[in-house]
């Protein structure tokens, strides 16, 4: 990274090992895990917190992601919830005093079909009733906002219509990442990076602490914020998950005139494009289908994922691939995430983020850092883990940014 040097944070970090004891541990330093330890720190007064990853922080997928930002989700409780989200994203600059580059640029959701037409049409109407900016749109529309797209689809995939989230946005993701932990360690909370987490202190049944590679740490809670790593470290607990790990990979081209304006998805074609910040187009589709931890690119995937995206820009074959990257994600069975008590008093978990858990670091934390403080946070009540005991499943079609 060597944009914008000038305006990168200072990271007060503390010196020495953790301390032996902490009211919270928290495991994982990706956007989650800091996020809740910002917000118990700045919302609740709640400082004796140690936030500990196993390499640096941003590492995992909240420094891998595609960076979208949007709340035009499939049930009622996902719109309220990510739509809360991308509020506070747009008050974080003011909030942190940190630039993350937050960019409003409106998403457009190709339909290729009558049958999808009228699924975003569906969407756009249950978003609109949730309190999100969501319409309708024909093809002039689309290409007013997108001039660059072929509205024929090279023929074989025309497009209908679209939903248009009009609060679709981006923002730099390791700048949140930082943002949160600036704020965090700020108001005291610690930060151990290059400190894995190697087993869980227990009690009979309960989770009194962690061991790491500098020792034993005892905790009144420890919070699970691990990525697709999480079945190992929930495991430990004995907590079974129905969450399974997926790769997602993703890539860019070469810079290309400023000049691409909204984030574009295609609901049939499954792929998404947007405009970096540096003027690399950065294109993703859906996870791989076989559960993996592997963090390697496939030429099935960049060859697979170009020919849809030049099929709609053409433009784009005139470009080339300059990176691509992998990373593991904690897909659940239901497409929710899910926060909160696991069943194990002490241990606490914020998992199945999936491909879409960028956008819900904010909201995330806040209402986990709220559930630790407080006992009760109605807006995640829905995302708990007892929701599959109780048959009560958050079966969300809208989760990834491809459907
Ligand atoms: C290619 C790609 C594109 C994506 N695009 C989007 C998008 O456009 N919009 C969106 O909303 N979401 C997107 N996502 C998903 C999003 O990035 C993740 O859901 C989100 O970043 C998860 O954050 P997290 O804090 O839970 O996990 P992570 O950021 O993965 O952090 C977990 C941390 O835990 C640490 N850790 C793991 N095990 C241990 C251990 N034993 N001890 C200590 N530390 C440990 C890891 O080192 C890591 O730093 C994308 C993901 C990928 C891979």
Request: aromatic share 10%.
């Given at each position: 990274?060597?944009?914008?040097?000038?305006?990168?944070?200072?990271?007060?970090?503390?010196?020495?090992?953790?301390?032996?004891?902490?009211?919270?541990?928290?495991?994982?330093?990706?956007?989650?895990?800091?996020?809740?330890?910002?917000?118990?720190?700045?919302?609740?007064?709640?400082?004796?917190?140690?936030?500990?990853?196993?390499?640096?922080?941003?590492?995992?997928?909240?420094?891998?992601?595609?960076?979208?930002?949007?709340?035009?989700?499939?049930?009622?409780?996902?719109?309220?919830?990510?739509?809360?989200?991308?509020?506070?994203?747009?008050?974080?600059?003011?909030?942190?005093?940190?630039?993350?580059?937050?960019?409003?640029?409106?998403?457009?959701?190709?339909?290729?079909?009558?049958?999808?037409?009228?699924?975003?049409?569906?969407?756009?109407?249950?978003?609109?009733?949730?309190?999100?900016?969501?319409?309708?749109?024909?093809?002039?529309?689309?290409?007013?906002?997108?001039?660059?797209?072929?509205?024929?689809?090279?023929?074989?995939?025309?497009?209908?219509?679209?939903?248009?989230?009009?609060?679709?946005?981006?923002?730099?993701?390791?700048?949140?990442?930082?943002?949160?932990?600036?704020?965090?360690?700020?108001?005291?909370?610690?930060?151990?990076?290059?400190?894995?987490?190697?087993?869980?202190?227990?009690?009979?049944?309960?989770?009194?602490?962690?061991?790491?590679?500098?020792?034993?740490?005892?905790?009144?809670?420890?919070?699970?914020?691990?990525?697709?790593?999480?079945?190992?470290?929930?495991?430990?607990?004995?907590?079974?998950?129905?969450?399974?790990?997926?790769?997602?990979?993703?890539?860019?081209?070469?810079?290309?005139?400023?000049?691409?304006?909204?984030?574009?998805?295609?609901?049939?074609?499954?792929?998404?494009?947007?405009?970096?910040?540096?003027?690399?187009?950065?294109?993703?589709?859906?996870?791989?289908?076989?559960?993996?931890?592997?963090?390697?690119?496939?030429?099935?995937?960049?060859?697979?994922?170009?020919?849809?995206?030049?099929?709609?820009?053409?433009?784009?074959?005139?470009?080339?691939?300059?990176?691509?990257?992998?990373?593991?994600?904690?897909?659940?069975?239901?497409?929710?995430?899910?926060m909160g008590d696991?069943?194990?008093?002490?241990?606490m978990?914020?998992?199945?983020?999936?491909?879409?858990?960028?956008?819900?670091?904010?909201?995330?934390?806040?209402?986990l850092?709220?559930l630790?403080?407080?006992?009760?946070?109605?807006?995640i009540?829905?995302?708990g883990?007892?929701?599959?005991?109780?048959?009560?499943?958050?079966?969300?079609?809208?989760?990834?940014?491809?459907?």
């Amino acid at each position: 990274m060597n944009e914008f040097v000038e305006t990168l944070l200072d990271l007060p970090w503390q010196v020495g090992d953790p301390k032996p004891a902490y009211d919270v541990v928290i495991i994982g330093a990706g956007g989650h895990g800091l996020a809740t330890a910002y917000y118990l720190a700045t919302r609740h007064g709640i400082t004796n917190v140690c936030v500990l990853d196993s390499n640096f922080i941003g590492s995992g997928n909240s420094g891998r992601n595609t960076t979208i930002i949007r709340s035009n989700y499939g049930i009622p409780e996902s719109v309220a919830f990510y739509q809360h989200s991308l509020e506070m994203y747009q008050r974080l600059e003011d909030e942190t005093g940190c630039w993350i580059m937050h960019s409003q640029k409106g998403q457009i959701w190709l339909a290729h079909s009558v049958s999808t037409a009228r699924t975003e049409q569906t969407r756009a109407l249950m978003n609109q009733a949730m309190g999100a900016k969501t319409d309708y749109i024909g093809p002039k529309e689309i290409k007013d906002l997108c001039p660059q797209i072929d509205l024929s689809g090279g023929g074989r995939y025309p497009v209908h219509g679209a939903s248009y989230h009009h609060e679709g946005a981006t923002a730099r993701h390791d700048r949140v990442v930082w943002a949160y932990a600036q704020g965090a360690l700020r108001a005291g909370v610690h930060v151990h990076q290059h400190t894995p987490v190697t087993g869980l202190l227990m009690d009979g049944d309960r989770v009194t602490g962690v061991q790491t590679s500098k020792g034993n740490i005892s905790a009144g809670t420890v919070i699970s914020a691990v990525g697709g790593n999480v079945t190992t470290v929930a495991n430990w607990a004995g907590v079974r998950l129905p969450i399974r790990t997926h790769a997602l990979q993703a890539f860019v081209t070469n810079a290309h005139a400023q000049e691409f304006a909204p984030i574009v998805s295609s609901n049939d074609l499954v792929f998404y494009v947007s405009q970096t910040p540096r003027g690399q187009m950065l294109i993703g589709a859906e996870y791989d289908r076989f559960a993996s931890y592997r963090q390697a690119t496939s030429f099935a995937y960049l060859q697979a994922c170009s020919k849809k995206s030049i099929t709609m820009f053409p433009f784009l074959s005139k470009l080339r691939i300059m990176r691509s990257w992998t990373g593991i994600c904690d897909v659940s069975t239901d497409f929710s995430p899910i926060m909160g008590d696991t069943g194990v008093p002490g241990f606490m978990i914020s998992t199945g983020w999936g491909t879409w858990g960028f956008k819900a670091i904010p909201a995330g934390g806040e209402q986990l850092a709220q559930l630790v403080a407080t006992g009760s946070a109605p807006l995640i009540e829905p995302f708990g883990l007892d929701r599959f005991a109780k048959e009560a499943a958050m079966a969300d079609p809208s989760s990834a940014g491809t459907r």
